[in-house]
């Protein structure tokens, strides 16, 4: 099932499933996945939380723009994009113009079960509840939605059924 000459950019609030259906779409489209925090987290010599911690939220956004230009030179890669990727209009050019955005979404609740046993969501420090995460989607969502060339609902889906659905969409 490989054959895409182009880069898809999955996008959307953190604990929608994009590093899991990354790598699912790396196998099944036999192209390189890119994990993007992870990226820069290797290239800074420090964690995300870190990163925040140190330098602020500014300097990160900075370093999420730095990386996306870089893509621009992999073709084809399916890239785990940050939650917060969208924020710049600036980052939503750079993606537009690699290939296929894909916004993966989930209620907040489906959101809170998947995340709240994780230490590593600098922005939910502190916040780790269900009303905080559906203002922070909320701020987020026109946002999310406008960037989006494919919108694909995760809640209660398998992996494979959303894999599937962006396959479709995409080709």
């Known amino acids: 099932m490989a054959g895409i000459d182009f880069n898809i950019m999955l996008i959307g609030f953190m604990g929608t499933g994009k590093s899991t259906i990354a790598n699912m779409l790396k196998e099944k489209l036999q192209v390189e996945q890119i994990e993007m925090d992870t990226l820069i987290a290797q290239e800074a010599g420090m964690s995300i939380s870190k990163i925040f911690e140190t330098f602020g939220e500014e300097h990160f956004r900075d370093l999420e723009t730095?990386?996306?230009r870089k893509f621009q030179e992999k073709k084809p890669v399916v890239v785990s994009c940050g939650g917060g990727v969208v924020l710049r209009d600036e980052n939503i050019h750079i993606m537009k113009g690699q290939g296929k955005i894909v916004l993966?979404?989930?209620?907040?609740?489906?959101?809170?079960?998947?995340?709240?046993?994780?230490n590593a969501?600098?922005?939910l420090n502190g916040n780790m509840n269900v009303e905080y995460i559906s203002s922070l989607m909320e701020k987020r969502r026109a946002r999310y939605e406008s960037a989006a060339d494919i919108t694909v609902a995760t809640?209660?889906?398998?992996v494979e059924e959303i894999c599937q659905e962006i396959i479709g969409a995409v080709k």
């Open 66 to 68: 730095e990386m996306l």
């Open 104 to 118: 993966l979404t989930a209620e907040p609740d489906t959101i809170y079960e998947r995340v709240k046993n994780s």
């Open 121 to 123: 969501r600098p922005i």
């Open 155 to 158: 809640d209660g889906k398998t």
